[in-house]
């Protein structure tokens, strides 16, 4: 399995995938979807599921990594970029801004795609994909750990794919 996305040029993230974008929700946060394409799935492969996060938030949450977007349900090779807003053929989880150090946006906002706003030096964002041999029991807004929870025992395949966004 592997995963390609024409919003990464050379390991870097283009910039209207987060803070230098153009779509941003009422509270500021951006919200222009990250494309990405996937091949040589699994024979067996039923759906797909993804968590993008970064893991450079460390120092700056004091000790999390930051969700950007989680969806699951995905059964099609390609999701274009800004489909987190458009799409309704798959399910998407709460990101990090429902969180404190998020501002606590409401659970309806955070379940989106909420992009990449490194507030201290550029981070290494991680999407991960998972192939699965089956369809997952979440419903909108759902969170990281039930994400697992429903997964587990159920991954075919993962590949992770990193880009780096300046701040």
């Known amino acids: 399995m592997k995963v390609r996305s024409n919003g990464i040029v050379n390991g870097v993230i283009q910039p209207q995938y987060g803070r230098y ?27 797909i599921a993804i968590v993008l996060e970064d893991k450079d938030a460390y120092p700056v949450t004091k000790g999390f990594a ?34 404190i150090q998020g501002g606590e946006q409401s ?18 964002y991680e999407l991960h994909v998972y192939s699965l041999d089956k369809m ?5 807004g759902f969170l990281l750990n039930e994400l697992y929870r429903e997964m587990d025992g159920h991954i075919l395949e993962q590949y992770t794919l990193k880009g780096i966004y300046e701040n």
């Open 21 to 47: 974008g153009t779509q941003f929700n009422e509270n500021g946060i951006p919200t222009y979807s990250l494309p990405f394409t996937v091949e040589d799935m699994p024979q067996e492969n039923v759906s």
């Open 66 to 99: 930051w969700i950007h977007w989680l969806a699951a349900n995905i059964t099609r090779f390609e999701i274009k970029e800004n489909e987190s807003q458009t799409a309704d053929d798959f399910v998407q989880g709460r990101n990090s801004w429902t969180s």
């Open 107 to 124: 659970v309806e906002l955070s379940s989106y795609y909420g992009g990449m706003t490194p507030p201290d030096k550029p981070h290494i």
């Open 136 to 140: 997952l029991n979440l419903e909108r």
